[in-house]
């Protein structure tokens, strides 16, 4: 798999959190915490990536599929989520790990630190006791670069989810350069995010995009960016 260089980590900075990064194979993630948590992260890393692995040897079309899936065997509570996360969106199960990877690094690292944001590919998990800017990286659309989000506490702890068809090496069928999701936790926010960005083919289908996501249960915002064009709707406010 061919690394992207993730520039807009350059744009990345809370003065009052540790920043560092975590590195397990193809996973690359940029923590923010209270404190340097980085073996910690890179121990979680490692688990959830091995309970993967693990089960996609007995089950290969947890791996495959690009539809939703039953489980034929127990699986581990990460394995179980996504499963569960992209029954409800309508997608593969795999549609779903980045954000899963990120949750549960994030779920452990908050036994050790009040606030943590996690951000795996575009994918976030994030829980803070103060108010955040985040802001939004959408390829080549002008707007990229441009707009943010403001995160406050109550919406926390939260996934902030972004699948992109002109960005990235995710599988996406359509031609968003963002569609952003926010939920209840990282691994639906990804899975939903994953199916909306397929429903948008052209900046005509922003409004598609936004009922599609809107008639999912558990999405609290959606946001999407085509080209020139934005449209959002929610629980969400942009700067």
Known sequence: MK??????????GCDDLVGFQAVVG????????????????IESIKRYRGEIEDYI???PQF?????????????PEIVEEMVIASKKAGVGPMAAIAGAVAEFVGRDLLKRSDQI???NGG???IKVSRERKLGVFAGESPLSGKISFKITPDMTPCGICASSGTVGHSLSFGKADAAIIFAKDAIFADAVATATGNVVKCSDDIEKGIEFAKSIE????????????????????LI
Do not use: M
């Open 57 to 59: 040897k007995f089950d």
């Open 3 to 12: 690394y992207e260089e993730r520039t807009y980590r350059d744009w990345v």
């Open 26 to 41: 193809e996973t690359d993630l940029s923590i923010f915490a209270e404190s340097a948590l980085k073996q910690l992260a």
């Open 117 to 119: 944001i996690v951000e």
């Open 123 to 125: 994918d976030i998990f």
């Open 218 to 237: 558990g999405v609290f915002g959606v946001c999407i960016i085509v080209g020139e064009r934005i449209g959002n709707w929610g629980k969400i406010e």
């Open 63 to 75: 791996k495959d599929s690009l539809v939703p899936i039953d489980l034929n065997r127990p699986a």
